[in-house]
């Protein structure tokens, strides 16, 4: 397993932008995938988006297509998501996740994002 910090979450406007990064230490980060999930209040944890360990292959969810963008630095252990044209369906807690042979086995422990109308 890996240890994961996320950051950059905050309060912002509808159509406003967010970058958040996600911290890996204490474990292999560069030869996983890595994923970008979120939780509403009183839903349930969806998927957001993905990466391939050499960055060459991105996932997105329907929903944030267009909008999010999914990136990495390997050198630094860092995932990114750029969050652009912001609604307020999209406040949640976001996670970042390590993906490892078909299961994710590293959770961060999330941060919050707030977009108000």
């Known amino acids: 397993q890996v240890q994961l910090v996320e950051s950059g979450g905050g309060p912002v406007q509808a159509g406003g932008s967010l970058r958040l990064s996600c911290v890996a230490s204490r474990g292999t980060f560069d030869k996983y995938a890595m994923a970008w999930f979120r939780q509403a209040p009183g839903k349930e944890r969806e998927f957001v988006s993905a990466?391939?360990?050499?960055?060459?292959?991105?996932y997105y969810s329907d929903s944030v297509k267009g909008r999010f963008t999914i990136s990495r630095d390997n050198a630094k252990n860092t995932l990114y998501l750029q969050m652009d044209r912001l609604k307020p369906e999209d406040t949640a807690i976001y996670f970042c996740?390590?993906?490892?042979?078909?299961?994710?086995?590293?959770w961060g422990q999330g941060t919050q994002v707030t977009v108000s109308s």
């Open positions: 990466i391939a360990w050499s960055s060459n292959t991105t």
């Open positions: 996740a390590r993906s490892n042979e078909g299961s994710y086995d590293s």
